[in-house]
């Protein structure tokens, strides 16, 4: 079990799971049963799996080759391949269950976020943008919410996916740097591979900076969010910001800092001012 949580990172759920829980804040029109809840919950952890195992199997022969993914579990071994598509299956299946559970639309557009998660190991191999590929996937997830608890898609649950794909891509951005040279050197392709490590954190900070806009345009469209919200959208903000002042073209050794700390308090953050705000 662990070498299988660290196969797939579980605890890097953190950093969508808040911002999954706030969605559902902002869009249901009314409260949800524990039971749709539930399966909600479920269908976000199982697809997330399903998205870091074929993640893990697709990029086994460049893992194996990267100094800095060599020692993961899979790229050792501890983890055969055939017991990652055996994960991949399983959670799959477990993601299809809970969509059809949900409701019929839901499980309609299952395939469609099944083919997202394959398609982004696949992008950084075809196109120079994999991280808006990443981005898409995030983007899905109001738009889910929405179709789960409201069957419909609502212009908020747009913006909010909007805003969630954004965030992702660019952080995606700053984790494609620690892997410049052996891109570049492997011919695989990413915005940093592409443009330079100074003009890539340019495109990452424009992208964080459409989030916080998009967020901010939340405020107008959904009736509830008012000053808390705006109070935690300034701390969003300012940890924005702080996390690209980590990180310089000639600097990064604060990376690891910048990607796991600061995106999880922002993610934590985001949810914990809406939630407070919604029941305000």
Known sequence: MKR????TRFEHTLF?????LASILMLYQHM???WKLFWVLTAFVSARTAGMALNRLIDLPIDRLNPRTREWVHARGE???SQIRRLVLLSSGAFVLSCLFINLYALLLSPLVLFLLWLYPYAKRITYYPHLVLGCVYFLIPLAIDVAFNERVSLEAVILGLAMGFWVAGF???????DYEFDKEHGLKSIPARY???KALLFSRAFHLLTFTLLLLLVFRVDFLGAVYLLGLLAVGM???YEHKLIKPYDLSKLNKAFFTVNGYISVLFF???LIDRFL
């Open 4 to 7: 299988f949580l660290e196969l």
């Open 16 to 20: 969508a799971l808040p911002f999954a």
């Open 32 to 34: 949800p049963s524990l």
């Open 79 to 81: 983890v055969s391949e």
């Open 172 to 178: 995606d951005i700053l984790y494609a740097l620690q």
């Open 196 to 198: 330079g490590i100074e």
């Open 239 to 241: 940890f924005l910001y």
């Open 272 to 274: 914990f001012f809406t």
